[in-house]
């Protein structure tokens, strides 16, 4: 990818393959500049960074427990007022 004169910052589109196994896990790539123009050009320290892409399983199941147990208060909430005018 080229960067156009004077940019500071760009977004770049990186694909994720799919994969052939059902296993969750984190992932890691590095990204690095090189290249610089006009002769002379520096790039700064962060000319290089790790990118790490989380499988957050916990956060799924914490996710579903939620979802269920606001059901089941929902559900309780329910009964509660149909009792109350019986």
């Known amino acids: 990818m080229v960067f156009q004169p004077n ?5 770049i589109r990186i694909p994720i ?3 052939d ?3 969750q896990r984190d992932e890691s790539f590095g990204l690095q ?3 610089i123009t006009p002769d002379g050009a520096k790039l700064s320290k962060k000319s290089f960074i ?3 892409i989380v499988t957050d399983i ?3 199941k914490k996710a579903e427990a939620l979802e269920q147990m606001l059901k089941k208060i929902e559900e309780e909430e ?3 007022w149909v ?3 019986i």
């Open 33 to 35: 500049l090189s290249s």
């Open 83 to 85: 009792g109350q005018f």
């Open 21 to 23: 196994d059902l296993e």
């Open 17 to 19: 393959l799919p994969r």
């Open 58 to 60: 916990e956060g799924l």
């Open 78 to 80: 329910e009964i509660t």
């Open 7 to 11: 940019i500071i910052e760009e977004r």
């Open 50 to 52: 790790m990118i790490n």
